[in-house]
């Protein structure tokens, strides 16, 4: 069945490093992939998504990845803060029948001071 | 106010016991879902409904049912809770693609 893949599990950088968390997913109807944040103690909440007629989108400091041949994305993090630790999941599904959506496993991401 | 509330919050129950989780909107959603979360294993779709006529089990169903009373509410029920069915839920709605989610229930099944 459909299945969508997150790496890593777990992510520790320094303060104002970059952050990168990859997922690969397996069904080729899919065209819509968010990204959702999750706080403690909290929903998750979408932070930035992307379709599949564009390769990249950016917002501030998050940006996503596409790479619908290799059906690959990915979520980048550029000068991270202490806010950004948190646990983030990607999704994916196809946008016009948003019944299945899929989501990866979580990558909680660790902030150090 | 919250978009989508989930009562209760927390919970503690006995095997065997029935228990039900709530869910509420205002966002005028037609779609509303519920899901489950353990660690490391993502959220997992338990039930969705795209309108008040409109029923689907998800990955996970078994063991639960749903109602969905009207377009803001959609209760999920453990007719008769087991221990493995300790986990934090979550119900959410949605438009299109982008989902709203609730807060979350932390169930806990002794």
């Known amino acids: 069945g459909e299945n969508v893949e997150q790496h890593p599990s777990t992510l520790s950088v320094q303060e104002g490093d970059s952050a990168v968390i990859k997922c690969t997913y397996s069904?080729?109807?899919?065209?819509?992939f968010p990204w959702y944040k999750q706080e403690l103690g909290k929903g998750p909440q979408l932070i930035i998504d992307?379709?599949?007629?564009?390769g990249e989108k950016k917002d501030q400091r998050i940006a996503v990845t596409l790479n619908k041949t290799a059906k690959h994305f990915s979520l980048h993090i550029t000068e991270t803060q202490p806010e950004d630790s948190a646990v983030y999941f990607c999704?994916?599904?196809?946008?016009?029948?948003?019944?299945?959506?899929?989501f990866g496993s979580g990558t909680r991401l660790s902030i150090r001071p | 106010d919250a978009d989508v509330t989930q009562t209760p919050r927390n919970r503690i129950t006995k095997t065997g016991k029935r228990i039900m989780l709530e869910c509420s909107q205002t966002?005028?959603?037609?779609?509303m879902y519920w899901y489950r979360q353990d660690p490391g294993l993502g959220l997992r779709l338990i039930y969705y409904?795209?309108?008040?006529?409109?029923?689907n089990k998800g990955e996970i169903s078994d063991g639960y049912s749903v109602s969905r009373q009207a377009q803001a509410k959609f209760s999920l029920s453990l007719e008769s809770a087991i221990p493995n069915q300790t986990a934090l839920y979550f119900c959410?709605?949605?438009?299109?693609?982008?989902?709203?989610f609730g807060p979350g229930t932390r169930l806990t099944v002794l």
């Open positions: 959410a709605t949605s438009d299109l693609a982008e989902q709203f």
């Open positions: 069904d080729s109807a899919s065209n819509y």
């Open positions: 992307i379709r599949s007629n564009v």
């Open positions: 999704a994916a599904t196809a946008y016009s029948s948003a019944s299945k959506i899929i």
């Open positions: 966002k005028g959603h037609d779609r």
């Open positions: 409904s795209f309108d008040v006529k409109d029923i």
